[in-house]
């Protein structure tokens, strides 16, 4: 159920109800990574590129504010390392009570259906939900398909993924792509909320944009991609390139001229 507060909170993250959202909360899982040690400059870029909103966790909000460009902030609740001893894992890093001090306009949480910590991740999203209703905050559930026997890729595990996370009470959901715009139609359809998917690892620039495609002709309503974007040698062009197929329903070709970007064959 939304509220006003949701409501408003969710128009500060997107543009007609569709998001171009970055990620950087990489540097916990990954270190300070290549776009992570100057973020300030990538933020810059990012949003002066069209992105609507960038996603860190809490200690790096002072870093953020002045250098989004007026665009959303969302705080990321959990996390996990490379270097420990399980990825998966992912851990509580902060409540939607510290976000909201620290002038985030959304929170995110990342679950791993199918994961040996699927079950506590559960009881920790709805909590996450809870909290975030009663003060007015949007929840992005990043739902993945993870697991011992888990398909990343198959619709109907990823389906599954975007259903728990509206069942638990999230606002916007996040999940990875199932290869084409036909099998990700499934996905789009589980569930009434917007679906953004994730990045994954840097491509060339032509199959980033065609998956962006892909995703909107499938039904989606976005992406939150972080690495595919931050850690491009031109974050605000390629964040210009995804812009326009989210926001103008630019076709692959017309996004990458926009941007300046080569089109590659």
């Given at each position: 159920?939304?509220?006003?507060?949701?409501?408003?909170?969710?128009?500060?993250?997107?543009?007609?109800?569709?998001?171009?959202?970055?990620?950087?909360?990489?540097?916990?899982?990954?270190?300070?990574?290549?776009?992570?040690?100057?973020?300030?400059?990538?933020?810059?870029?990012?949003?002066?590129?069209?992105?609507?909103?960038?996603?860190?966790?809490?200690?790096?909000?002072?870093?953020?504010?002045?250098?989004?460009?007026?665009?959303?902030?969302?705080?990321?609740?959990?996390?996990?390392?490379?270097?420990?001893p399980?990825?998966?894992?992912?851990?509580?890093?902060?409540?939607?009570?510290?976000?909201?001090?620290?002038?985030?306009?959304?929170?995110?949480?990342?679950?791993?259906?199918?994961?040996?910590?699927?079950?506590?991740?559960?009881?920790?999203?709805?909590e996450?939900?809870?909290?975030?209703?009663?003060?007015?905050?949007?929840?992005?559930?990043?739902?993945?398909?993870?697991?011992?026997?888990?398909?990343?890729?198959?619709?109907?595990?990823?389906?599954?993924?975007?259903r728990?996370?509206?069942?638990?009470?999230?606002?916007?959901?996040?999940?990875?792509?199932?290869?084409?715009a036909?099998?990700?139609?499934?996905?789009?359809?589980?569930?009434?909320?917007?679906?953004?998917?994730?990045?994954?690892?840097?491509?060339?620039?032509?199959?980033t944009?065609?998956?962006?495609?892909?995703?909107?002709?499938?039904?989606?309503?976005?992406?939150?991609?972080?690495?595919?974007?931050?850690?491009?040698?031109?974050?605000?062009?390629?964040?210009?390139?995804?812009?326009?197929?989210?926001?103008?329903?630019?076709?692959?070709?017309?996004?990458?001229?926009?941007?300046?970007?080569?089109?590659?064959?």
């Amino acid at each position: 159920m939304t509220t006003t507060g949701i409501d408003a909170r969710l128009d500060r993250i997107g543009t007609d109800d569709s998001y171009v959202i970055i990620p950087m909360d990489h540097g916990i899982t990954m270190g300070a990574v290549q776009g992570l040690k100057d973020i300030e400059a990538t933020i810059n870029g990012v949003t002066r590129g069209g992105a609507d909103a960038v996603l860190t966790q809490k200690g790096i909000a002072s870093r953020v504010h002045e250098h989004k460009n007026d665009k959303g902030y969302i705080v990321h609740l959990n996390g996990s390392t490379t270097i420990g001893p399980d990825e998966q894992d992912k851990r509580m890093t902060g409540t939607v009570e510290e976000a909201v001090r620290v002038g985030a306009d959304a929170v995110s949480f990342h679950i791993n259906v199918g994961s040996d910590h699927e079950p506590d991740q559960i009881a920790q999203l709805a909590e996450v939900t809870e909290d975030a209703q009663r003060l007015g905050m949007p929840v992005l559930a990043m739902a993945y398909a993870r697991g011992p026997g888990v398909d990343s890729e198959d619709p109907e595990a990823l389906g599954h993924a975007v259903r728990l996370a509206e069942e638990l009470g999230a606002d916007i959901v996040k999940t990875g792509y199932s290869g084409d715009a036909e099998s990700f139609e499934h996905v789009a359809e589980s569930t009434r909320l917007p679906v953004v998917i994730a990045g994954g690892s840097k491509g060339t620039d032509r199959e980033t944009i065609e998956m962006v495609r892909g995703v909107m002709d499938a039904g989606g309503a976005g992406i939150s991609m972080g690495r595919s974007v931050f850690q491009h040698e031109d974050p605000e062009a390629i964040a210009t390139a995804v812009s326009g197929v989210v926001h103008d329903d630019l076709s692959t070709d017309e996004a990458l001229e926009a941007a300046g970007l080569a089109l590659q064959a």
